[in-house]
């Protein structure tokens, strides 16, 4: 399906260390991008990467995207207890009546 | 603060009460959505409304009534709603969803949801 799934389900790493969460989906699409929610809040956009693009940066965030094996990765550098939250990817399909889903999410917890 | 809110924030109904969620947009954009998050579950698109004109249902039980009056402003109309219905629920825009239907969305808090 469309629907990106993120791994691992959870993750926690000291502050200062990389952080890193994978994307794998399983038809092609136009685009995929990478949302954060903090708990029980709304979702924010962090970072849309097309199809035809392989990586994107933007601050500490570093986004990949290798659509041969049908996954991308979110890279957060230099972890910081503000980047505790969960994130999420979200596919774009390829035809227009395609609306973006988004995967589960993975739960990042930086420890001081 | 994303330009997109929700009122209210939380709320507790029983089973026979009606209810209505308000979400409001102050970025000019044309589309808005409804969304519906559960513990463990993924995100499910609920309705879609662009230029205040619905352009996806992903069968939703009746009991949820959209309302878009302008492309400002979204309501969730809830009656007779059951326990399982209790869930966080988002309100989002994007600039608009018949042009570019894949592009970025921005979400409000949400409505964390109680049924009794």
């Known amino acids: 399906s469309q629907q990106g799934e993120e791994d691992p389900q959870a993750l926690s790493i000291q502050e200062g260390e990389n952080a890193t969460m994978n994307c794998s989906y399983k038809t092609s699409i136009n685009n995929l991008q990478w949302y954060r929610q903090n708990s029980g809040r709304g979702l924010v956009h962090l970072i849309l990467?097309?199809?035809?693009?392989r990586e994107k940066h933007s601050g500490r965030l570093r986004v990949t995207l290798d659509t041969s094996k049908k996954s991308s990765s979110l890279l957060i550098t230099a972890s910081r207890a503000a980047d505790t939250a969960s994130y999420f990817c979200?596919?774009?399909?390829?035809?227009?009546?395609?609306?973006?889903?988004f995967g589960k999410g993975t739960r990042l917890h930086i420890l001081p | 603060e994303t330009g997109v809110t929700q009122t209210p924030r939380h709320l507790v109904m029983g089973m026979t009460n009606k209810k209505s969620l308000k979400c409001e947009q102050h970025?000019?954009?044309?589309?808005m959505y409804w969304y519906k998050q559960s513990a463990k579950k993924p995100l499910e698109l609920m309705f879609v409304?662009?230029?205040?004109?619905?352009?996806e249902n992903n069968s939703v039980p009746s009991r949820f009534s959209p309302e878009c009056p302008n492309s400002s402003h979204l309501f969730l109309h809830l009656h007779t709603l059951q326990p399982e219905d209790s869930a966080l629920y988002l309100c989002?825009?994007?600039?608009?969803?018949?042009?570019?239907?894949?592009?970025?969305?921005?979400f409000g808090p949400g409505t964390r949801l109680l049924v009794l």
């Open positions: 979200a596919t774009g399909g390829m035809n227009r009546d395609d609306k973006i889903i």
């Open positions: 409304y662009s230029l205040e004109e619905r352009v």
């Open positions: 989002a825009s994007s600039q608009d969803a018949k042009r570019e239907p894949q592009e970025t969305q921005y």
């Open positions: 970025l000019g954009h044309n589309a």
């Open positions: 990467i097309r199809s035809n693009e």
